[in-house]
């Protein structure tokens, strides 16, 4: 394949920026003459950029040192053009930035040598910041744009891997946004969100609403502030239910259901790539790991749902730690679905006070913890 019109097979089609270097964009430090405010790929320094080689030194246990943001575009030309997002992320960027001097829990130790950042502005070429903006043309180059459509293929990928960390940007948009819908109402921010919530690790979907909670500067004080929140898994189908239903109701009434800048995206994007993400994610063998995520019964209703519906026989281990059960009843399908499961963390879930008869399902456990 010619480079100077697509990218290699081997070639990275997202660039990773470097939370450090972010930092300091919002401190005046680099690109002074930016006032805060993010540039695009076409103008993303090289020292802006972490590279594969440098992640793969990171000392984080299992967890990966890449983090992707889900978040809203406050104007159509530029997501952020008052630089408003980037300082709103500074305590996330200073936090990565801790943990890679002081290890994630501020012992030392689960040293990452950097942290990478999925922002799409600046990892994937942007349409009129080549050679200027035409309505009727792409004025990326064919490489650039052969780089953006593999990247935006791929993307579900950085949502959907378990042991990335997906940033969800759930704060009210800046005041004076161009756009300023809510990330709930925005057809890509549910895909984000929901894709994440499949089959991550539980402290890797992040709600950043929970930042004023934070106490500390470590990683994992971020961490203890940002886990509550998360979605339980939703089947393809009841995604795609979802997603044109809400559809339908913008279309209907203005404000009252989700939308997408262009439609195309949701039946050509967004719905197979969730499908194609999902199958592919609960295919896979390794634990379910839903702790601290706050749920109460219809989180774990909707869950035992999914499984039913896309069963996962090979899942040993489960971890709703931290949840709010009320009814042992609302684990009962998860029983019947789980069967092969020899361990089972029901810690700290607060309400629960007993089992379902169908406990009786698991003839593996060998591991059950009900402690608070």
Same mark, same amino acid.
């Given at each position: ?11 990275? @089609? ?33 020292? %802006? ?21 889900? #978040?809203?575009?406050?104007?159509? $030309? ?21 943990? !890679?001097?002081? $290890? ?16 799409? #502005? ?10 200027? #903006?035409?309505?009727? &043309? ?16 791929? +993307? ?11 940033? +969800?940007?759930?704060? *009210? ?6 756009? /300023? ?5 925005? $057809?890509? !921010? ?5 894709? /994440? ?11 950043? =609403? ?15 502030? @940002? ?13 795609? %239910? ?27 994007? !967004?719905? *197979?790539? #969730? ?8 295919? &896979?063998?390794?634990?379910? +790991?839903?702790?601290? !995520? ?24 489960? /971890?709703?730690?931290? =949840? ?7 684990? =009962?399908?998860?029983? @019947? ?11 700290? @879930? ?8 169908? +406990? ?11 402690? =608070?």
């Amino acid at each position: 394949t010619d480079d100077t019109v697509s990218p290699s097979a081997t070639e990275a @089609c997202t660039d990773l920026i470097d939370p450090a270097w972010l930092v300091d964009l919002a401190n005046g430090k680099v690109m002074p003459e930016r006032n805060g405010v993010v540039p695009p790929w076409q103008q993303v320094p090289d020292e %802006a950029k972490v590279s594969l080689s440098t992640l793969r030194r990171s000392e984080m246990g299992y967890k990966l040192p890449v983090g992707v943001l889900s #978040y809203g575009w406050a104007a159509k $030309g530029h997501p952020d053009p008052t630089g408003s997002l980037l300082q709103r992320l500074k305590p996330v960027l200073e936090a990565m930035v801790h943990s !890679c001097e002081h $290890g994630i829990f501020g012992d030392g130790d689960q040293k990452p040598a950097a942290w990478g950042i999925v922002w799409d #502005y600046m990892s994937l070429p942007q349409r009129g910041r080549t050679t200027g #903006y035409d309505k009727d &043309k792409d004025d990326r180059t064919p490489y650039e744009q052969a780089r953006f459509i593999k990247g935006l293929k791929s +993307i579900n990928v950085w949502y959907g891997h378990p042991l990335v960390t997906t940033l +969800i940007c759930d704060f *009210p948009m800046p005041e004076g946004a161009l756009n /300023s819908a809510p990330i709930e109402r925005r $057809g890509w !921010c549910i895909f984000e969100r929901r894709l /994440s919530s499949v089959r991550k690790d539980g402290n890797c979907c992040l709600n950043l =609403s929970g930042l004023a909670r934070v106490n500390g500067p470590r990683w994992l004080d971020l961490v203890i502030a @940002c886990t509550a929140g998360r979605f339980a898994p939703q089947a393809p189908d009841a995604f795609e %239910a979802m997603l044109k239903a809400g559809m339908e109701r913008e279309a209907a009434e203005a404000g009252s259901g989700f939308r997408f800048t262009n439609g195309k995206d949701a039946t050509a994007i !967004c719905i *197979p790539q #969730y499908k194609e993400g999902f199958l592919r994610l609960m295919a &896979k063998e390794g634990p379910l +790991i839903f702790q601290e !995520c706050g749920w109460g019964d219809a989180e774990v209703a909707e869950l035992s749902a999914t499984l039913r519906e896309v069963p996962c026989p090979h899942v040993v281990t489960l /971890s709703l730690r931290g =949840s709010r059960l009320c009814s042992a009843e609302a684990l =009962s399908g998860i029983f @019947c679905e789980l069967k092969a499961l020899t361990s089972l963390g029901l810690y700290n @879930c607060k309400g629960l006070t007993a089992l379902p008869n169908t +406990i009786g399902e698991l003839k593996a456990l060998r591991w059950l913890n009900m402690s =608070s």
